[in-house]
């Protein structure tokens, strides 16, 4: 039998936080193999990557994930038509990269670091990224979290091992930025064999699913309205990314891409609890999941704030000492971020629990309204007042975005604000209808 709910998020988590040293050590080692203004161009080239990877994934990893653990299609019908796809979209970014290219447009997009052979390098990444997104949705479905989280575990070393070899060793005339994709590419490469080993495991085949649909009809629903929400919300948080790059340099954009990537550190916990509450959901209880939505929400929240104070405390004096005195100013920008990642931690959980039972317009909500507040606040302050404004901007949109998220679930669910404090105040008993 595998791990119950609750033993599994303290299991993911204590991976998280195993894994929280050497995610820092690889910051602190990219940090000094690329400097800040390095640091700012891989930026652009990874959220290059990342909307790639978001816009032309379709949202399938929350589909694969929900539809699979609801039974509703096997993988062995999802193998032939996702295979395929993922060759299309391959296929679709190096057309669109190559059309860059060709035309000279492709500094102003992907900026300054931006050459044949990182692009390339950028393709390649988003095959391998698209591919293990979709591999950990499979092992989600089948809550097989161990297998993750030991991949995770593997795949935290790769670059602080990469990153302290190019210091050792010296760069050999290599661009530090050819240097640092490299590294990004072989632990994704790392993790594409590990997922492949585990996912299509004899032992771990699954029967045919009835059904007269194609699987890609059943799951597009849920996926496109993934696919807006994921889409939507990575514009409104990457847009920062080309104005504060644009109007303030590199440097200052690599200050506040570190400050970003320290307060999602904040997320551990929230991440784990949603991650492993969510395809728990379609087979539980309907007032039971909706208790212990307050309840983990609740906890997120207070753990969050207790993880975000220590740390922020923390960066004050040694921020500056881990990662060179380049990035002293992200521990302001990381202090302003801060104020909207903590309640943030409450919409991870809640957005988990709308998408496993099958409301996910509410994320969409959410996203459209936290874009429109976070864009409009971007174009009008980074041109004046850089990062700042653009961490200002992120924090108020997360704060937004939670609280829409969570009242469209309290009159959703019917619920009164008493209700919702009474069971994020009362321990749940788990108690899904299909069991663990």
């Not at 906890?299 to 040694?318: E, K, N, R």
């Not at 100013?329 to 709308?354: C, E």
């Not at 939670?402 to 994020?424: C, G, N, P, Q, Y």
Request: hydrophobic letters at 55%.
């Amino acid at each position: 039998m595998k791990p119950g709910l609750f033993r599994t998020i303290a299991l993911t988590y204590g991976t998280q936080l195993l894994a929280m040293p050497l995610s820092l050590a690889s910051s602190a080692l990219q940090a000094r193999v690329l400097g800040s203004a390095g640091r700012g161009q891989l930026s652009v080239l990874q959220t290059t990557v990342g909307i790639a990877v978001l816009y032309l994934g379709l949202g399938l990893p929350s589909a694969i994930t929900y539809h699979l653990a609801s039974k509703k299609v096997s993988l062995d019908q999802l193998k032939g038509p996702l295979s395929r796809y993922l060759v299309f979209a391959t296929a679709a970014l190096s057309a669109i990269l190559g059309v860059l290219l060709i035309t000279g447009l492709e500094p102003k997009v992907l900026g300054h670091g931006a050459t044949p052979r990182t692009i390339a390098l950028v393709v390649a990444l988003f095959t391998l990224t698209i591919h293990n997104a979709w591999m950990a949705a499979v092992l989600s479905s089948r809550r097989d979290f161990g297998a993750i989280n030991r991949i995770t575990l593997v795949a935290v070393a790769v670059p602080v091992a990469g990153y302290g070899l190019a210091l050792a060793l010296g760069t050999g005339g290599l661009d530090p930025l050819v240097i640092a994709f490299s590294v990004l590419l072989s632990n994704e490469f790392i993790k594409a064999v590990l997922y492949a080993l585990r996912v299509w495991a004899p032992q771990a085949t699954t029967a045919l699913v009835e059904s007269t649909t194609h699987p890609i009809r059943v799951m597009i629903g849920f996926s496109l309205l993934a696919w807006a929400c994921d889409s939507i919300q990575f514009l409104t948080y990457r847009l920062d990314v080309w104005l504060v790059s644009g109007y303030h340099g590199d440097s200052a954009l690599g200050q506040y891409s570190l400050a970003v990537t320290l307060g999602e550190m904040v997320w551990l916990l929230a991440s784990a609890i949603a991650a492993v509450f969510f395809p728990h959901v379609p087979t539980m209880e309907r007032s039971v999941a909706i208790a212990l939505t307050c309840r983990l929400a609740a906890f997120s929240f207070v753990a969050s704030f207790g993880l975000a104070l220590i740390g922020f405390l923390l960066s004050i004096p040694l921020l500056p000492i881990i990662f060179t005195a380049q990035f002293e100013p992200s521990v302001q920008l990381l202090g302003i971020l801060l104020i909207g990642v903590v309640p943030y931690s409450i919409a991870k959980v809640v957005g988990n629990y709308l998408a496993g039972s099958g409301a996910m317009r509410f994320s969409l909500y959410s996203a459209l309204v936290s874009m429109v507040v976070c864009v409009t606040l971007d174009l009008i302050f980074i041109p004046r007042f850089g990062a700042i404004a653009a961490a200002g901007a992120t924090a108020t949109a997360y704060c937004v975005f939670t609280a829409v998220i969570v009242e469209s679930f309290r009159r959703r669910e019917k619920l009164s604000w008493s209700d919702v404090l009474r069971h994020a105040r009362t321990p749940q008993k788990l108690a899904p209808a299909g069991g663990t």
